[in-house]
Nanobody, 124 residues
Framework: QVQLVESGGGLVQAGGSLRLSCAASGRTFSIYAMGWFRQAPGKEREFVAA???????TFYADSVKGRFTISRDNKNTVYLQMNSLKPEDTAVYYC??????????????????WGQGTQVTISS
């Protein structure tokens, strides 16, 4: 198993920035990719961004392309830099890991380890 702990959420004004972090521990050698998802009140969870653990390839949802950047360091932490934030970005943000080596980008159903989530609120 892989344990994931998110941090960095908060309240910012529209147009501002936030950086989320996700620290992975446990069987991190088994990770194929990691991703960020979000869930707004009354809505389904949606994919935001993914990064390949081995080569750093990235993939983004159209709604965040050009505003959000996913990255990782060499200490098993994944980041989501969020710029030009909009009220519609308000949600609980979750990081997740894929251990099954397969297609790129991974299918949503392949994410099998999840963090507890961190709240991001954007005021207008």
């Amino acid at each position: 198993q892989v344990q994931l702990v998110e941090s960095g959420g908060g309240l910012v004004q529209a147009g501002g920035s936030l950086r989320l972090s996700c620290a992975a521990s446990g069987r991190t050698f088994s990770i194929y990719a990691m991703g960020w998802f979000r869930q707004a009140p009354g809505k389904e969870r949606e994919f935001v961004a993914a990064i390949s653990w081995s080569n750093g390839n990235t993939f983004y949802a159209d709604s965040v392309k050009g505003r959000f950047t996913i990255s990782r360091d060499n200490k098993n932490t994944v980041y989501l830099q969020m710029n030009s934030l909009k009220p519609e970005d308000t949600a609980v943000y979750y990081c997740a890991a894929v251990r099954l080596h397969g297609i790129w980008p991974p299918d949503v159903k392949d994410y099998d380890n999840w963090g507890q989530g961190t709240q991001v609120t954007i005021s207008s």
